[in-house]
């Protein structure tokens, strides 16, 4: 289980996932999600995968993505500030990080896709018919 979900821009691009208080939990989660990410993708790879954001009972939301009718990942504890940022930056660059981080030292959360390149880039899909 995770200690939250945290969120950061990475040069505009959101970057967002679990957060941990241990780094070997952290490392483990992110691995784990890649894997589970690299069986919905098809030859080529690309893989259709639909990003949702389901309320709580606690006012927080619990970011979910869906492939195939198959839960990939669901990580609840959204706050509503970093809801309404993560869908901002998100809209604008179409693309977005899905990846753990991980309390530093000073603690800071800091992204695994920063310290050890684990991530998973998800890519908005254009309009059909548009470029």
Same mark, same amino acid.
């Given at each position: ?5 945290? /969120? ?5 691009? %959101?970057?967002? +996932?679990?957060?941990?208080?241990? *780094?070997? *939990? ?5 691995? *784990?999600?890649?894997? *589970? ?21 606690? +006012?927080?939301?619990?970011?979910? =993505? ?9 990580? %609840?504890? =959204?706050?509503?500030?970093? =809801? ?10 179409? /693309? ?20 050890? +390149? ?8 254009? %309009?059909?018919?548009?470029?």
């Amino acid at each position: 289980m995770s200690d939250g979900i945290a /969120m950061a821009l990475i040069n505009d691009v %959101p970057v967002i +996932g679990a957060r941990f208080s241990q *780094r070997e *939990r952290a490392l483990a989660e992110a691995k *784990r999600l890649t894997e *589970r990410v690299a069986v919905f993708v098809k030859p080529g790879g690309e893989a259709t995968v639909e990003v949702n954001f389901q309320a709580q009972s606690d +006012g927080r939301y619990t970011l979910q =993505l869906h492939s195939t009718g198959e839960t990939i990942v669901s990580i %609840p504890g =959204l706050d509503e500030l970093t =809801l309404w940022r993560f869908k901002k930056a998100y809209g604008f660059k179409k /693309m977005f990080i899905l990846t753990c981080f991980v309390y530093s030292t000073d603690k800071e959360a800091e992204s695994l896709v920063e310290t050890d +390149g684990l991530g998973v880039v998800i890519y908005k899909p254009a %309009p059909t018919g548009k470029a």
